[in-house]
């Protein structure tokens, strides 16, 4: 299949960085050890902070650092390579093909994330478990929707960062939405801090919106937070914005090739 072959080049394409591989899995794992010790200490004064105990939250931590690259939350991945060439006309070439924008580059960024999965997500969860002792998944079937929340938050992410870059089509540059974009990501997908830490109106928000996707929810899943009926709505919360979102990103790319300017020509 098409889209297979293009998951499979772009896994090839980023297992050349083998250096910058191992530098970020040794960066994850600095940060998951200072993280780690930070949030020892918090929970040592409120051991039941956001109905976590304290392995829970040191998972927690090891997990984020886990799934960092691996649902490229600071953007990044194969969107950026479609904003640079919407930036330079290339992307002339992309509408050309027959296969639709949108399924070729996720195609593409889930080939990414699976690359870094298997290293810069494998290697600091192994670091963690040695070092810190973090908690598992109590049983396969909670094995099994974690794998599930987790192709959905890079799914998410995906759509997320392709609006992004198609904002491209209009700005020409996608810095400053990017940089935005990355800000709110940062915040409400719980990287910086749990959102179950988050209190009133601002948690309910927070875990309402898509970026609970890339993190609270696979690491509440991971942690069996959610079981029964709580799982099967945790996976339709990521299920309803991907479907969401990717009908967006179709959206979009009609809007924008209703009258393509290359630039250049």
């Known amino acids: 299949m098409l889209h297979v072959a ?3 080049r772009a896994f090839r394409r980023y297992s050349t960085y083998r ?4 530098a970020g899995i040794f960066t994850n794992s600095v940060f998951g050890i200072i993280y780690s010790y930070a949030y020892l200490a918090l929970w040592d004064a409120n051991p039941t902070a956001g109905g976590y105990d304290a392995q829970d939250a040191v998972t927690y931590v090891w997990l984020g650092q886990a799934l960092l690259m691996t649902i490229a939350l600071w953007g990044g991945g194969t969107t950026d390579d479609l904003a ?3 930036r330079t006309g290339d992307v002339a070439i992309d509408l050309y093909r027959p296969v639709g924008l949108v399924g070729w580059y996720l195609a593409s960024d889930l080939g990414r994330a ?3 999965l298997l290293t810069r997500g494998l290697g600091p969860t192994v670091i963690g478990y040695v070092v810190f002792d973090i908690a598992l998944p109590s049983s396969s ?4 929707a974690f794998a599930v929340s987790l192709v959905l ?3 998410v992410s995906f759509a997320i960062r392709f609006l992004v870059a198609s904002t491209a089509f209009w700005l020409l540059d996608q810095s400053g939405v990017k940089v935005m974009s990355g800000a709110f990501a940062i915040f409400f997908s719980g990287m910086m801090l749990p959102l179950v830490l988050f209190p009133g109106w601002l948690g309910t928000l927070a875990q309402a919106l898509p970026w609970a996707s890339y993190v609270q929810v696979p690491a509440d899943i991971w942690l069996g937070k959610h079981t029964g009926s709580d799982l099967v709505a945790a996976l339709g919360f990521q299920v309803m914005w991907a479907v969401v979102l990717l009908a967006a990103c179709q959206g979009v790319v009609r809007l924008a090739t209703r009258k393509v300017v290359v630039q250049g020509g």
């Open 84 to 86: 640079e060439r919407i």
């Open 6 to 8: 293009v998951a499979t």
């Open 153 to 155: 938050a890079v799914v």
């Open 19 to 22: 250096a910058a591989t191992l």
């Open 114 to 116: 699976a690359y870094h």
């Open 141 to 144: 079937l909670t094995a099994l």
